[in-house]
């Protein structure tokens, strides 16, 4: 994690510790610069961060103020990291499916821009929430980044592991979502009825340099799972 991430993981913490309300001020910039003893384009790059994130937002001349109106277990879809830190206040538990190494299909080949001939890891998976069931997930991991993955760090948060376990830097993802009906498998296994409604997300996620790591399908059992989405102006 680079020290402008590290802030900004600081100050979101600070913001949730002393429980700040939309609209609360935080410390001007000349005393963040003080407090974490780094230069002004640091601080800066953190807090742009956090208002990409819709953490907080920026008034020239008037300062810096809290902005989230955090709703608990709704699941921000402009996350790049995982859904798990959007509901920290439950307990997410995972049911591993499969875990194999293969060969991709020509749709995950192009997905993660790799050969037919090279190989990657696939996981299937059931995640639970408050023991009940909030999706189904398929993922499509590049092994040549993704070196290792075995059924303990597939019962946990990968992204946690990739992060921490193998030192990569996480960067941006591309989503697309569907809305459908569940076929008899999916149904299987969210515990739902065959034709009732889902809500399929497929994303893209690509390190920092760019490459892409990770395709995963994600069907949502529509009675567990909310979403939030926050907009910046592009003004």
Do not use: W
């Not at 208002?51 to 277990?73: A, L, M, N």
């Not at 990291?81 to 509901?87: E, R, V």
């Not at 376990?165 to 569907?178: I, R, T």
């Amino acid at each position: 994690m680079l020290k402008y991430q590290q802030i900004a993981a600081e100050l979101e913490t600070y913001i949730e510790e002393k429980a700040l309300q939309q609209g609360d001020k935080l410390p001007i910039l000349e005393t963040l610069m003080a407090q974490f003893e780094v230069s002004k384009s640091t601080i800066t790059k953190s807090l742009d961060l956090l208002e990409k994130k819709g953490v907080v937002f920026q008034v020239r001349g008037s300062g810096i103020f809290v902005r989230r109106h955090k709703r608990k277990g709704y699941i921000s879809l402009l996350s790049n990291q995982g859904f798990k830190s959007d509901l920290e206040d439950y307990q997410l538990t995972s049911k591993v499916i499969e875990l194999d190494v293969r060969k991709p299909t020509i749709e995950v080949a192009d997905n993660l821009n790799i050969g037919l001939g090279d190989d990657i890891y696939y996981v299937a998976r059931v995640r639970y929430i408050n023991g009940q069931t909030l999706c189904y997930e398929e993922s499509y991991y590049n092994k040549a980044l993704i070196t290792y993955l075995n059924k303990e760090i597939v019962s946990e948060s990968i992204f946690h592991y990739i992060r921490d376990g193998l030192g990569l830097k996480v960067g941006f993802s591309d989503m697309f979502l569907h809305v459908d009906q569940l076929n008899e498998e999916e149904a299987n296994y969210l515990h739902l009825r065959p034709g009732a409604p889902k809500l399929y997300v497929e994303t893209i996620f690509h390190l920092t340099n760019g490459q892409p790591f990770d395709f995963s399908k994600v069907t949502y059992n529509y009675e567990q799972s909310q979403f939030f989405l926050q907009a910046n102006s592009s003004m």
